[in-house]
């Protein structure tokens, strides 16, 4: 996902917060007196900024006036509390490979697949407008809310209110509430119908609400863009964010290949591409020992390894990373292009995922302050093992004569110092 937008970095959070567990509030806090500054925060700071959007007072009136705190959202630091204890960074490291789980793959892709034979002039109309392929679409839909069969059962404007008032990410969530009601006043949805996520999602495709007023499509063609019940509108609107952010309906979004054990697994990343040609000139192929694609030898193309020397090995294209704009994770992405392949009728992966793990986010976050401070970007430290992380690891193990696998283990992070 390129680079990281104000939208980016709201992808950023919300993989954040789906990957934190929140205890329960510790603190004692008098709730009525926190409903009653909530109260005066949606009169004194939201409704001018409301207004300066756009918003009229009925509007406003109608989608605030009787909103009460949601205490159930976790992430929550009501005023004069610190930030909540969480869990994350004990979180345990799991092989990529349990992002592929099979079973759910194998459902995903049967449902899928009557759902192109029900939707096929629906998405050939789509392909044609975006450029964007109906199998990339429906992925998505199948990723974010299972092809719309997921519950929704918050209230947006209740749910974003509460994070933009004591969320820990205030900042995010504060411009989203405005958007929302910025939705609210088109007419297209009202205030109690507009449900989202927990984390303040809307709809099927699960977007925030700036994305909706920026993105969202009326492609049924009922005078609203209805997000939550049009699946013509749903897979539209999915399909004309991907065109916004630079889908190249030319190029697919990336093949398996077969990496030589001489080449770096720490070539790896956005920052390191070259033409398909140069690619095949250090010796990768297909998985199936073919020939990179010709089509694509003079154009950039990067190598992706999410599990360095230890599984599957991809060069994608600039695709994958938009892809990644829609939520900003390699797994993510390489997950929409697996499924996308499968509907398709495509194979599954050919090459295994190895066994890795035995150790927790705290103990990666760790090891990324280490790599810092010797001077190797890690693209910060979060725990997390992003592709920054990945080179940083390979080129530890380069430097220390280690065998190169671009992902730690557990004996390599108690020994790095």
């Known amino acids: 996902m390129p680079s990281v937008s104000l939208r980016g970095a709201w992808r950023l959070a919300l993989i954040a917060v789906a990957l934190v567990l929140t205890a329960p509030l510790a603190q004692a806090v008098d709730r009525t007196a926190i409903e009653r500054d909530f109260q005066k925060f949606l009169a004194n700071d939201i409704w001018p900024e409301a207004q300066a959007a756009g918003v009229s007072r009925a509007t406003f009136q109608s989608a605030l006036g009787k909103v009460t705190l949601d205490w159930d959202l976790p992430e929550l630091v009501p005023p004069g509390t610190s930030a909540p204890h969480t869990v994350e960074s004990q979180a345990e490291f799991r092989s990529p490979g349990a992002y592929f789980n099979q079973n759910n793959l194998n459902t995903q892709v049967a449902i899928g697949r009557k759902l192109i034979g029900q939707w096929q002039k629906t998405l050939t109309g ?112 999915i399909a004309n964010f991907l065109l916004h952010k630079g889908w190249d309906p030319e190029r697919g979004w990336g093949v398996e290949v077969a990496v030589p054990a001489n080449v770096p697994c720490h070539l790896e990343g956005p920052e390191q591409g070259r033409g398909m040609m140069a690619w095949g000139d250090l010796g990768l192929t297909m998985i199936d020992g073919r020939p990179l694609p010709r089509i694509e030898q003079d154009r950039e193309a990067f190598l992706l390894m999410p599990a360095g020397r230890l599984g599957p090995a991809f060069i994608v294209s600039g695709n994958f990373y938009v892809l990644k704009d829609y939520n900003y994770s390699d797994l993510y992405a390489l997950y929409i292009g697996h499924l996308a392949d499968r509907l398709g009728n495509n194979a599954s992966f050919t090459a295994g995922w190895g066994k890795v793990g035995g150790f927790n986010r705290a103990e990666v976050a760790k090891m990324q302050r280490q790599f810092e401070a010797q001077g190797l970007d890690v693209g910060g430290s979060d725990g997390l093992i992003g592709f920054k992380t990945r080179i940083a690891v390979g080129q530890w193990q380069a430097r220390n004569g280690d065998k190169v696998t671009c992902l730690p283990d557990a004996a390599m992070i108690r020994d790095i110092h």
């Open 126 to 237: 789509i392909e044609q407008r975006f450029g964007v392929p109906g199998e990339i679409t429906l992925a998505i839909w199948a990723r974010e809310t299972s092809f719309g069969n997921a519950k929704l059962p918050h209230s947006a404007i209740r749910t974003l209110a509460t994070r933009a008032f004591m969320g820990r990410r205030k900042e995010f969530f504060r411009p989203e509430l405005i958007a929302a009601l910025q939705i609210v006043q088109t007419g297209e949805i009202k205030a109690s119908q507009m449900k989202s996520s927990w984390a303040g999602a809307l709809g099927q495709p699960q977007f925030l609400p700036s994305f909706y007023l920026d993105y969202a499509v009326d492609f049924d063609g009922d005078g609203r863009r209805d997000i939550w019940n049009s699946v013509p509108d749903t897979l539209a609107s």
